[in-house]
């Protein structure tokens, strides 16, 4: 079984962003960066699944130099391959991401693509449909549990009503929920071994994006908020302070 | 020609709340840029449809198709006529759909907005980045463009006085799989955590799933708006059911209030609630990061506070 895992480096949850100076971007200053949580948990579904029955895993991910240390750490997590897809900025218009990795794809020979639903900073959430359209493959995504056999698979997928069985044959593009397991660390062995490992590169053209960003703010903090220590009386405070402040006490 | 289309969402023979609401971003579109607009709707819920939209498109597809995503992001472009605008309810069942479409079209798609504006006749859609930290206005080139709306960003649209008349299609499916079926949710039906104006949430200070009584009797102190959420923790204990569990990983929501009780105030769940307009937080640690967003914070024992809470807004209700 060949399983790709498309990655995206996002920025930690915990990092605070800051604008650039002319305010059109998220400046990488300061910025600690990770594998976008819900990939992370894709690359470890890929490994078992390739431990399972036989086959590679191979990491595949778009941006500039830094998004080399998200394929490390992938590899050490126990990833076979990697192909970096190098652009000179990290391209945010989710139609170009999908045609540059569908068109990728294609020259390889892949059972199935697993990747997470939606990247914890763009909130895209709509690359595992796309690229499922453009190979003309099944897709199921924000997927929490998956099985797998030889040529097809049967995923569980929860929606608003109650959960959705989705059954298809494979080639497929599976988009995970980070709920659906939580990765390992990768090993001190793991690390080792992906120190030698080969990274392949390929600078790639970004065209011109249909999906741009107009203008950024950060949000302002939420007005500082009253907090009371609990005693008698204070109840009756807060449901005059919920009734003068909300309409829906 | 209808330049604006919002894809309809249905239980049942009904429209969900959250399709409402993207019909009123529809009727704002088409009044601030004086074009038409209409639904396309599975053909059970046509007769709901035509309460709310003067145009209603229908398509039959079958009993087995249903729930196919794939199926239904098919049929609706190919009984979309030429269109500007294509809007849909960032449900889950929305989300997955918008991306198909959006490929099918070959056209850009902003996910989960909460508001749009016009500026010089372009519109521009209102997003979260970051977890909420960060907000942007998007600009969508080409035609059509597609955004989906995050649920109660928007009131629900009024009903019409005269319902209108619904044109039904019927499409033929050469697709055969993947099969999709949908296995409704077992549990007592309480209101989507994405739907409900008030959202009583628990994290793990309260020790075990057999103190959510005390949570349910708030929820239920505070009427048929409101209901139960969590936080991921709770949820991957299987203390309650994952639809349940807000944040980053979770559900996103913004209801008019927000009660967190014994939630800490992780980074990773604040993504999720960012959008509340109001929060109260109830935590015995006056340091707990749930009080730097709360709008009011009660520093003391939950297991105290909270049924004299739910009491007094039984009172408070009765008076
Ligand atoms: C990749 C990733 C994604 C994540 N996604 C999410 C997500 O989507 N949603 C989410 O919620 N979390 C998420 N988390 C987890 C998050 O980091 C926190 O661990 C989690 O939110 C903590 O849950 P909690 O507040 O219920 O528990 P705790 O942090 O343990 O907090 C319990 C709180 O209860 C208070 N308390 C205890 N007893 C009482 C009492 N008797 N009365 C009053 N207060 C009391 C304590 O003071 C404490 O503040 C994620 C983490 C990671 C790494």
């Known amino acids: 079984m060949n399983i790709a895992v498309c990655v995206k480096q996002t920025a930690d949850t915990e990092s605070i962003p800051k604008l650039s100076s002319d305010q059109s971007h998220v400046s990488d200053e300061g910025i600690v960066w990770i594998i976008n949580p819900h990939d992370e948990s894709a690359i470890e579904i890929a490994i078992r699944l390739r431990d399972q029955c036989n086959g590679s895993v191979t990491l595949f991910s778009i941006g500039p130099e830094r998004v080399e240390s998200a394929l490390r750490q992938g590899l050490s997590m126990g990833a076979d391959e990697a192909v970096h897809l190098l652009t000179d900025a990290m391209p945010i218009d989710q139609k170009i991401i999908a045609e540059l990795l569908a068109r990728r794809l294609k020259s390889q020979n892949i059972d199935v693509i697993i990747t997470g639903e939606v990247a914890i900073d763009g909130g895209g959430a709509q690359v595992p449909q796309r690229l499922a359209k453009l190979l003309h493959w099944s897709c199921v995504t924000a997927v929490e549990e998956l099985h797998i056999e030889a040529t097809s698979f049967t995923a569980r997928q929860p929606v608003e009503q109650g959960d959705k069985i989705h059954e298809g044959q494979l080639p497929a593009v599976i988009g995970i929920n980070r709920r659906i397991m939580e990765p390992r660390y990768p090993s001190f062995k793991g690390i080792m071994k992906a120190k030698r ?21 950060l949000s ?30 | 020609m209808f330049e604006i289309t919002v894809v309809g969402e249905s239980q049942g023979s009904e429209l969900v709340s959250s399709t409402l609401e993207a019909c009123h971003v529809a009727s704002k579109l088409s009044n601030a840029l004086g074009v038409n607009w209409r639904i396309i709707v599975d053909e059970d819920a046509a007769n709901s449809a035509i309460n709310y939209g003067s145009e209603v498109i229908s398509y039959s597809i079958g009993e087995e198709h249903k729930q196919s995503p794939d199926v239904i992001a098919s049929t609706v472009t190919e009984i979309l006529e030429p269109t ?13 759909l918008m991306g198909r479409i959006a490929q099918l079209l070959s056209a850009p798609l902003a996910q989960d907005c909460i508001g749009f504006e016009i500026d010089s006749g372009d519109v521009l859609f209102k997003r979260e980045l970051y977890g909420g930290k960060v907000l942007a206005n998007v600009k969508l080139s080409g035609s059509p463009i597609l955004a989906s709306f995050r649920p109660r960003s928007f009131t629900p649209i009024d009903r019409l006085d005269t319902p209108a008349v619904a044109q039904l299609h019927s499409i033929d499916i050469l697709l055969s799989e993947p099969t999709v079926i949908l296995k409704p949710r077992s549990q007592k039906e309480n209101l989507d955590v994405t739907e409900a104006s008030i959202v009583v949430s628990g994290g793990r200070g309260l020790q ?3 103190n959510w009584t005390i949570l349910e009797e708030l929820t239920d102190a505070l009427g048929p708006t409101a209901t139960l959420a969590c936080s991921r923790p709770v949820s991957d204990e299987g203390w309650r059911p994952h639809n349940e569990h807000v944040g980053q990983t979770g559900r996103s ?27 109260l937080a109830i935590n015995k640690d006056p340091d707990a990061p749930i009080f730097r967003v709360a709008d009011y914070g009660i520093v003391g024992d939950l297991f105290q506070i909270v049924p004299e809470l739910t009491s007094a807004i039984r009172n408070a209700h009765t008076i």
């Open chain 2, 253 to 279: 929501i913004s209801p008019d209030l927000y009660i967190a009780v014994g939630i800490s105030g992780a980074t990773q769940h604040i993504a999720g609630i960012s959008g509340s307009k109001f929060i």
């Open chain 1, 197 to 217: 490992k080969e990274i392949v590169k390929e600078s790639v053209e970004l065209e011109s994006p249909s999906y741009s960003i107009e203008s950024l703010r």
């Open chain 2, 208 to 210: 075990g799933p057999e």
């Open chain 2, 84 to 96: 500007k605008v294509i809007v849909m309810a960032a449900t889950s069942t929305g989300k997955d």
């Open chain 1, 220 to 249: 302002a903090p939420r007005s500082e908020g009253k907090v009371v220590t609990y005693q008698q009386g204070v109840v009756d405070k807060t449901i005059k302070f919920l009734q003068e402040k909300t309409s829906v006490i």
